[in-house]
């Protein structure tokens, strides 16, 4: 059971470049969602999705975009990337209430 | 404006000893708590919850405590260990959010 699944798990991005960032959890979770971590900073919601085919923006959307069209796979998509968007980013899903599994992490710098 | 705040970003304690990590929140409609636990290069993991209808949760080492008219909670870990050294998120969640402390680094010394 391999629980949530990021990939990759380090990037550095040139300023303008687009990338996404692919998550896959096998744990048939309705649920999913994105943060970021900035250094001092709590966890950010980007994106979320409550279920294939619904999408919703979090505290943090600008410069993102998400797709959701199967219930494993909730990919985040960053079309111009710019140096705010250095940060690790976390994708999490949850089936029921008390708490989220995260993936390990992916660290992007733009440079 | 944050809604979720752990003000001490680092805290040191005796192995052995009581660790008390404090957090506030300013939105009474949060109807869950949560702490996490995270690793460097590892993603958070989930610790402790409590609901907003009570007022103490235990695991273990691990209790939480929920203070509602102050708005305030806080996680004690009894005895403290080695490899409790990490950085720990106080998180509220109202329906589907989860909102997230800045963290606090616990450091356990020998």
């Known amino acids: 059971n391999a629980g949530v699944t990021q990939t990759p798990k380090f990037r550095i991005l040139k300023i303008g470049q687009s990338m996404t960032l692919q998550c896959t959890q096998d744990m048939n979770h309705n649920y999913m969602y994105w943060y970021r971590q900035d250094p001092g900073m709590g966890l950010k919601l980007i994106y979320y999705?409550?279920?294939?085919?619904?999408?919703d923006k979090g505290e943090v959307p600008n410069g993102y975009n998400v797709s959701r069209s199967t219930t494993e796979d909730f990919p985040l998509r960053l079309e111009l990337a710019a140096p705010s968007q250095t940060s690790v980013y976390f994708c999490?899903?949850?089936?029921?209430?008390?708490?989220?599994?995260f993936g390990s992490g992916t660290r992007l710098t733009v440079v | 404006d944050q809604q979720v705040k752990q003000n001490s970003p680092s805290l040191s304690v005796q192995e052995g000893r009581i660790s008390i990590l404090n957090c506030d929140y300013t939105?009474?409609?949060?109807?869950?708590f949560l702490w996490y636990k995270k690793y460097p290069a590892e993603g958070p993991t989930f610790l402790i919850s409590?609901?907003?209808?009570?007022d103490k949760n235990e695991d273990g080492r691990f209790t939480v405590f929920l203070n509602k008219s102050a708005k305030h909670l806080s996680l004690h870990i009894v005895p403290s260990q080695p490899g409790d050294s990490a950085v720990y998120f106080c998180a509220a969640q109202r329906d589907d959010k989860i909102i997230f402390g800045k963290g606090t680094r616990l450091h356990i010394l020998p």
């Open positions: 999705s409550v279920g294939a085919g619904i999408t």
């Open positions: 939105n009474s409609m949060f109807d869950y």
């Open positions: 409590i609901s907003s209808i009570k």
């Open positions: 999490a899903s949850i089936r029921e209430r008390g708490g989220y599994t």
